[in-house]
């Protein structure tokens, strides 16, 4: 089955051609454009903005992203090959329909509707949330990866665990009461007049320290339950820069001692939910998890406890549309192109 799958919850347009061969998904092509330079001036993204950008890159995405698996790509926009590639190559079409930005997310959806419709294609509606766990699928062997297991969520917008019993069956077992991990580095990184999202600058500015006496609290790690609250946290940075001179090395340690906070109790939490539910896998995905500290921590740890870590390969972490076409190849079931509409609010059913 090949997949032509779109992504547009934000500010990246994705669409990604892929499919399963012998129990693996194969990449075949993935095109992602991002208006991540227009935000980055404004230091956060304004949905309008965002907007705009995804009608200005929705079908030449898709376009390249077609061409581009059958390797026919020359450079030129050749329509009527893109054309004969969807109308003959592709099985079915998967797209994001939340959650995620109102304007953002009704690009994609709009276009997979038309596009369904004009050439009788199913139209799989996926969960981006949930694709962020399953883009562990790309390039793994399928059964490499064993239910039951824990989901851990670590992206912009959302930090969230969750138990799997199979890709159509799971629960909700907590997630943030306020600020994703993500929306911390970059609340933090703003504080300090970092690039933004402020994620890759805080983790290699905290590569390079040592040690610190510098020390931010982990909120509610000692709470038993699933949940996490990071805004506290950039209170906590926000007051403790108020009273400091910064320098840079000063700057690095803020970073060092930030990126623990956070770390310790995303770990801790992560390991407890795969324990109290007997779980031996752990599937973690989100922009977060491109962290190298992050994967090394959480590997370590957890291997202590005799549990597996699958972390997804890191150009799959942050938004991206192969992620998307991964869960609907896992959990085929389309829906009428007139009974799909974005979901800006949509969490887990
Ligand atoms: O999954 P993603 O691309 O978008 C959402 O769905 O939100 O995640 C983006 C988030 C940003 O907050 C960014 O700062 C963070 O992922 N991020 C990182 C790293 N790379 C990206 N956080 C920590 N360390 C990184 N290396
Ligand atoms: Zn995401």
Same mark, same amino acid.
């Given at each position: ?73 020359? $450079?030129?926009?050749?329509? !009527?090959? /893109?054309? =004969?590639?969807? #109308? @003959? ?7 994001? &329909? ?75 077992? $907590?997630?943030?009461?306020? !600020?994703? /991990?993500? =929306?911390?580095? #970059? @609340? ?7 690039? &933004? ?153």
């Amino acid at each position: 089955m090949r997949i032509l799958a779109i992504e547009s919850s934000c500010d990246e347009t994705s669409a990604s051609v892929l499919e399963e061969v012998n129990q693996e998904i194969h990449v075949l092509s993935q095109i992602t454009a991002t208006s991540l330079s227009l935000h980055a001036a404004t230091g956060g993204i304004i949905p309008e903005n965002a907007a705009r950008m995804q009608v200005k890159f929705i079908m030449p995405t898709i376009i390249e992203a077609l061409l581009k698996s059958r390797k026919t790509e020359d $450079g030129k926009k050749d329509w !009527d090959t /893109a054309r =004969e590639i969807l #109308d @003959k190559e592709i099985d079915a079409i998967a797209v994001t &329909y939340g959650p995620g930005l109102i304007g953002s997310l009704l690009v994609g959806v709009e276009t997979a509707k038309t596009l369904s419709f004009a050439f009788g294609k199913p139209l799989i509606p996926i969960n981006h949330l949930l694709a962020h766990i399953f883009a562990n699928y790309i390039n793994r062997k399928k059964d490499e990866i064993t239910f039951p297991f824990i989901g851990l969520i670590v992206s912009g917008g959302h930090t969230d665990l969750l138990f799997f019993k199979n890709p159509k069956d799971y629960r909700w077992l $907590g997630g943030t009461r306020d !600020d994703a /991990a993500g =929306e911390a580095f #970059d @609340k933090i990184g703003r504080l300090l007049n970092l690039s &933004y999202p402020a994620g890759p600058e805080i983790e290699s500015r905290a590569s390079t320290v040592e040690k610190t006496t510098i020390k931010f609290h982990s909120p509610i790690i000692n709470e038993d339950n699933f949940d996490f609250s990071f805004s506290g946290l950039k209170t906590e940075v926000m007051r403790f820069v108020e009273k400091t001179e910064l320098n840079e090395p000063l700057v690095n340690e803020i970073c060092f001692a930030t990126q623990k906070a956070i770390f310790d109790v995303l770990i801790k939490k992560t390991l407890a939910a795969a324990m109290k539910n007997k779980c031996k896998m752990i599937l973690v995905g989100g922009g977060v998890s491109a962290n190298g500290t992050f994967r090394h921590q959480l590997t370590s740890n957890a291997k202590q406890l005799e549990l597996e870590i699958l972390f997804t390969e890191k150009e799959y972490s942050t938004d991206n549309g192969a992620m998307i076409g991964a869960y609907a190849l896992q959990n085929i079931a389309p829906v009428d192109w007139k009974k799909v509409s974005a979901n800006p609010e949509l969490y887990f059913a």
